[in-house]
């Protein structure tokens, strides 16, 4: 039986910096990222891909929003469900044909997925997640009376809708992906961290207005299916303490307790690192071995201990401390 | 071993008549489908959806168009795959409650699925299929010149871009979703008559701007499964000859021979029910036994011979010939 280990795309991963973000784009980009994971395959990994999906659902909020009256309107829910199909698509097609090319005629899926979140999470009287377009102060005040958003003012851009980020429950389709992963099928699941629902008493399931952190999903979803191994790609190479500051240095091999030491020092920011290092510990300590968190191009030599950051459950040789 | 239904729920039956087609009146209509497709599943029966997409895929493109600059385009083939995001997750919901309220805990996978197309079909010289918005004459004249479409005037209401309706070859997801089936998943698959791609020598897999026919896809995917049975609902009732004549008349049960005597008499008008009574032909002569074609609302009926048209190879009692 192979090693499983879940690669957690990021949502900016198929959009690099300096770039427009055109599907040309997205497609290079989304080969780049398989060509890394076909290496893992070749190395004897199965793995199980999971992505953000950061500036697509903003221009799928953007599309909606500005053809309105003209075609009809999408909520968050559906426009997540919508950036998988999108995601998913571009990803599979790289995919595909990278693993392809390597020799390895292994089928690729990609699946739905909705996350059950709690309707009474603080989160959802809370929003902090910024999404979409950027509006004035004029259309802003219009959009709140309307639709009873809840907006916050970018310094420099306008005003941005925040959404709420409820903590993510239950990944609705575990079972199925366990199924389906024990087939030997290359599987792409939990795009955009999920689509949110709500499950009534009656079994009835309504999606809600929020976003989930990829991460965070992803993290529930890796234990869930007992893998031990976790990999985060992400914009930079490895974590680092004290970041962007004279004293900046980067965190080659950890314990959870040690990343727990810096999370409580605020030694990650809100919005980006933080929840990473979060889902990191979570995973290690529902059992989990092995998180690596590294920028797209160097996940081989990370996983192989030459590159990112490293965490793990107990301290060993090399380790921090 | 259950019997294996293939069902293709038309693109239209989530917004019908008179409605605007917004979300919570696709939901609304999908938990109508679902209920049939439960009523299936309680009969014995286990099931493959498809569905098609003609309402969602216009919204796609206006979205795609009026953000223009905003947001990043999306092509034809992306339109798809969002829109296999969004109806999936519609219908997956839909049937989740709906079985779950029948008491029947069984999963549902909605799976992104590709369809290889010949990239020398003759459908890329003669693009046939209306679909997006309507532009003016001057608009229509910019847009041919500027992105080298095809576009066509409709008497009453402007222009509008056609585009090639290529011959189905291969759904590339074929072998998996025979698997997932094995499982014992209810599966929604080949939306919008599948994403529509060629592939190069080179393993390279392009999608095409192109849209599939999905009951010619559906015949593909069901004859490839081994099924007996296909399923096509659509908004009529059952198959009329003389359609909306003073002769007009219903077609209760005939043989593929039959029925391709009376396509012959173009019977059957080329962009609506030709391509059905085509697919239907399709599947039986590649060994199905049966095929249903009525209205979502007299699905069971069709199938226990009491509503819709029955299309099957041999002459049974109660044959038209």
New interface residues.
């Given amino acids: 039986m192979s090693r499983t280990a879940l690669i957690a795309v990021g949502g900016n991963s198929l959009i690099r910096v300096g770039e427009?973000?055109?599907?040309e784009e997205q497609l290079r980009n989304a080969h780049q990222t398989a060509r890394k994971i076909t290496q893992l395959v070749a190395d004897g990994w199965r793995v199980v891909v999971t992505h953000g999906n950061g500036p697509q659902v903003?221009?799928?909020l953007?599309?909606?929003?500005?053809?309105s009256g003209?075609?009809?309107?999408?909520?968050l829910?559906?426009c997540v469900?919508?950036?998988?199909?999108?995601i998913?698509?571009?990803l599979?097609?790289g995919l595909?044909?990278e693993l392809?090319?390597a020799g390895f005629y292994m089928?690729v899926?990609?699946?739905?997925t909705?996350v059950r979140v709690n309707p009474d999470d603080p989160a959802f009287t809370h929003p902090t997640k910024p999404i979409g377009?950027f509006y004035t102060q004029r259309v802003a005040e219009e959009k709140m009376r309307a639709f009873g958003w809840t907006m916050v003012e970018d310094a420099a851009r306008g005003f941005r809708r925040v959404v709420p980020s409820p903590e993510p429950i239950e990944i609705l389709?575990l079972?199925?992906i366990r199924?389906?992963l024990d087939?030997g099928?290359i599987v792409i699941a939990l795009g955009g961290g999920g689509?949110p629902?709500v499950i009534g008493e009656?079994?009835?399931?309504t999606?809600v207005e929020a976003v989930i952190d990829k991460d965070r999903a992803s993290a529930i979803l890796a234990s869930g299916l007992g893998l031990d191994c976790f990999v985060i790609s992400t914009d930079v190479d490895q974590v680092y303490l004290n970041y962007k500051q004279p004293t900046q240095r980067g965190v080659k091999r950890a314990t959870a307790d040690l990343m727990e030491h810096y999370l409580k020092e605020n030694q990650f920011s809100a919005g980006s690192m933080g929840p990473k290092i979060e889902a990191a510990i979570r995973f290690v300590r529902n059992g989990g071995h092995d998180v690596f968190i590294t920028s797209c191009d160097q996940l081989i030599e990370a996983i192989h201990g030459k590159a990112g950051t490293h965490i793990t459950a107990r301290p060993d040789h090399g380790q921090e401390e």
């Fill in positions: 427009r973000g055109t599907v903003g221009a799928a953007v599309r909606s929003e500005r053809s003209e075609a009809y309107s999408q909520q829910d559906v469900a919508t950036t998988q199909g999108e998913g698509y571009m599979k097609r595909e044909c392809q090319r089928p899926m990609c699946m739905l909705q377009p389709e079972e199925v199924q389906v087939l099928i689509i629902v009656d079994h009835s399931v999606g």
